[in-house]
Every structure is written in structure tokens, then in C-alpha cells.
């Protein structure tokens, strides 16, 4: 039985091969899900310069969005920096993380974050992964991150912490495998930001604009809740039900925030 279940596969993919024609995807590569709207892919890009408009992203980072014809694919940028990611830099992968056709580009180590959030969460449509600065230091501190203004509602779910030593022991933090980006998943289990210690977060979304959203203003409540703590004296959080209501009225505006960021950020040059 274990000599058929370990050679089914190779046998497939010879056969795979052999009915190839030239210039077809790589041997075993998962078939594409199709051509989507220009539209979501411009969507996309203006989501990476977005998020490195408002330091979220820097060189790093990098945000996908899921397949709309198939949950089983997503689009995620070749491994470049966000802010000079264009249309053309997009790759669509299966849950795995496999490429659907490589041709030679190098990938972010980390797209195995999206995958399996994607297989973990079928309502989640959009995932940011950063290492936005004000969020970090909430990561390592046992200061929670907690919602205090109606802005960051959202974070009144609850803000998991995924630590990579549970899940791989000794590591350098990147979650480069899949067994990682299911520990992740987990740690996020239904909530829309996880942190990552010694690393920096996550943010998901059920469409790109909620999940940059999101991602903004964690980054702004992070700098906002540093300040209140400086200032002394108690802070009054929301409550939880104010969280809830805050964010369900903003789910309905965002659309004005977005209109703006992306006007701006196609509109500049790239640098
Ligand atoms: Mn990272």
C-alpha cells in the first residue's frame, strides 16, 4: 500500500508530461483558475502601494487576494518590495503555495502565511502579512493590543499571538513552510489580526479593502495606544460591544478611505 500511495503521484505526472505541449506550465504545476477582472488585480497592486503609503509595508511585506472563480487559488505579487509591485508581478498559486506557472521568478518565502489561512478560512478573500513598526512591540510585551478608538473596533475580537516556538522550536521567525503557516492559521483561528512574535502580523480580510483597512489602522491604534500609555493615569478602552457596532458602521464606509488611497497611489510615479 505505501509503495502505491508514494509512486501514484510520479506516475501522474509522467503522463502529465508526456501529453504536454511546449510552453506549457512546469511538470506538476496546478492548473490556473483563469483570467480574472483587471480590476481586481489593479486592486491588488494599489493595495501594496497603499499599505507602503501608509507604513504598513516597506520593503517587506506583501498582501494576496483569493482566486473569485476558484477558492482553491490566489493571486500574490512575485517576491519584490510592495511598492513596486505592478500587474505583471502578480503570480496566482494553489493552497499549497504552489505557483500555477513560475517562469524562473522568485517568490516571497512567506506565501505559505496565505495558503493556508486561505484553507483555514473559507470567508477570507484578502491577507496582509507585515512587519508594520507600532504593532511589534505588542508582540513581545504582555501589554495586550486593545481597541481605543472606534477607528480599530475590529480589534475588540481579540488579538491572538502566534509564537513560532510552539510550532517550530528554534527558527529564524519567517514562516517559510506550510506546517508554520498552519500554526499561524491556527493562532489567528476566527479573529481578523493575529500577532507574530519578534516578527509582526497579520491581517485578514473578507475583500482587499477591509483587509488594508484593517491593517492601517492596527498599525495607527498601535501608535495611539503607545501614546496613551505614556500619558499616565488609566486608559478606557472601548468595550467590546462598542468594538462590534464601531466596526460593522466603518464596514460600510470603508469604501470612502479606499477610493482616496488608491487614487493616490496609481497616480504617483513609482520610484
Ligand atoms: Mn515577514
Redesign the pocket.
Known amino acids: 500500500m505505501a509503495y502505491f500511495l508514494h509512486r501514484a503521484p510520479s506516475l501522474l505526472l509522467y503522463a502529465t508530461r508526456a501529453s504536454m505541449a511546449p510552453g506549457s506550465p512546469a511538470l506538476g504545476a496546478p492548473a490556473s483558475a483563469g483570467p480574472v477582472d483587471p480590476a481586481l488585480i489593479e486592486d491588488l497592486v494599489a493595495a501594496n502601494r497603499i499599505l507602503a503609503d501608509q507604513g504598513v509595508v516597506d520593503g517587506?511585506?506583501h498582501v494576496s487576494v483569493r482566486h473569485p472563480k476558484n477558492p482553491e487559488r490566489y493571486f500574490l505579487s512575485r517576491s519584490l518590495a510592495p511598492e513596486l509591485v505592478t500587474a505583471a508581478d502578480i503570480m496566482e498559486y494553489d493552497l499549497d503555495s504552489n505557483p500555477v506557472d513560475r517562469r524562473g521568478r522568485t517568490m516571497y518565502l512567506?506565501r505559505f502565511i496565505h495558503g493556508e489561512i486561505y484553507k483555514a478560512r473559507p470567508e477570507i478573500n484578502a491577507i496582509v502579512?507585515?512587519?508594520s513598526p507600532a504593532v511589534v512591540p505588542f508582540g513581545v510585551s504582555n501589554v495586550p493590543l486593545r481597541p481605543l478608538y472606534h477607528m480599530s473596533g475590529f480589534l475588540s475580537e481579540g488579538v491572538p499571538l502566534f509564537e513560532i516556538r510552539d510550532a517550530g522550536g528554534m527558527t529564524d521567525l519567517?514562516?517559510r513552510n506550510p506546517e508554520l503557516g498552519r500554526a499561524l492559521a491556527q493562532s489567528l483561528a476566527d479573529k481578523p489580526v493575529a500577532l507574530?512574535r519578534g516578527?509582526?502580523n497579520v491581517v485578514v480580510g473578507s475583500t482587499i479593502p477591509l483587509a488594508v483597512y484593517r491593517a492601517v489602522y492596527t498599525e495607527v491604534n498601535a501608535r495611539l495606544q503607545v501614546q496613551a500609555i505614556m500619558l499616565g493615569g488609566s486608559i478606557t478602552y472601548l468595550e467590546p460591544e462598542e468594538g462590534r457596532l464601531a466596526a460593522a458602521n466603518i464596514a460600510a464606509t470603508i469604501g470612502r478611505p479606499w477610493e482616496l488611497w488608491k487614487r493616490k497611489a496609481l497616480a504617483r510615479e513609482k520610484p
Open positions: 517587506y511585506g512567506e502579512h507585515s512587519h519567517l514562516v507574530m516578527h509582526g
